[in-house]
């Protein structure tokens, strides 16, 4: 774990967001996000990733966007914004 940033589980973010661990492990394996392990069964989601998710997440239950589909906008879309500063959120 890098120091000075803080991380949460992918429990506590599953729990707030009201989702399954398993949605969050497909985009994961997506590469959409990253994790730190700690231990060997705990996956801890650095802050900075958090606002990602959130939007990988609104993509997939507002759209029905499937976990490549997201990968690929979420890639366009900060892309744009590195450009523009512009785009509001999804």
């Known amino acids: 774990m890098k120091p000075g940033v803080a991380y ?3 429990q506590q973010f ?3 967001h009201q989702c399954e661990t398993v949605i969050i492990e497909e985009l994961l394996d997506h590469g959409i996000f990253e994790v730190q392990q700690q231990n060997s069964e705990i996956l801890l989601i650095p802050e900075h990733q958090v606002p990602r998710i959130e939007r990988a997440l ?3 239950n507002d759209l029905g966007v499937n976990a490549p589909g997201i ?3 979420l890639r366009l879309v900060e ?7 512009d785009i509001d959120d999804l």
Do not use: H, W
Not at 79 to 85: A, L, Q, T
């Open 58 to 60: 609104r993509l997939r």
């Open 79 to 85: 892309r744009i914004e590195r450009r523009s500063g």
């Open 71 to 73: 990968d690929i906008i």
């Open 14 to 16: 599953c729990a707030f």
């Open 8 to 10: 949460i589980t992918v």
